[in-house]
């Protein structure tokens, strides 16, 4: 059964708003704001998955080098921060900045609009032979 635009904008909306305000109430590393954005998130990754079932993933070539610079940067910095606890973790470094109710919400309504934009991309269209 496929849905309206109009109904699934407004199931968005009402997942996005129940998001945010878990984590705005529940505060920071709340198991409130640990739930809504895990939840969330879930779905998120769910309906993705489920809209783009059965297609053959595109090679991702040479556009995909720069992500996986940022990953392992990242991932690098993580390990680093494991070995020597005097460096702070990404999240020590983000905590200042995201500890304004306002500001956290916020965050998480830019979380939510690039996983929405990752889920409706528009799909690439195969040259036929």
Do not use: K
């Not at 109009?6 to 590393?29: D, M, N, P, Q």
């Not at 500890?99 to 195969?126: I, K, M, N």
């Amino acid at each position: 059964m496929d849905c309206s635009p109009y109904a699934r904008r407004l199931t968005s909306a009402a997942v996005a708003v129940a998001c945010i305000t878990g984590v705005v109430v529940g505060g920071e590393l709340s198991t409130v704001a640990l739930v809504a954005v895990g939840l969330t998130g879930a779905v998120v990754a769910a309906v993705g998955v489920a809209r783009h079932s059965g297609e053959a993933a595109c090679p991702v070539g040479r556009r995909g080098l720069p992500w996986l610079g940022w990953l392992a940067a990242v991932l690098g910095w993580e390990l680093v921060t494991l070995a020597a606890d005097a460096l702070p973790t990404v999240s020590d470094l983000a905590d200042p900045l995201l500890a304004s109710p306002a500001v956290r919400g916020s965050a998480t309504l830019g979380w939510l609009a690039v996983g929405a934009w990752l889920v409706a991309r528009p799909r690439r269209r195969t040259e036929s032979s």
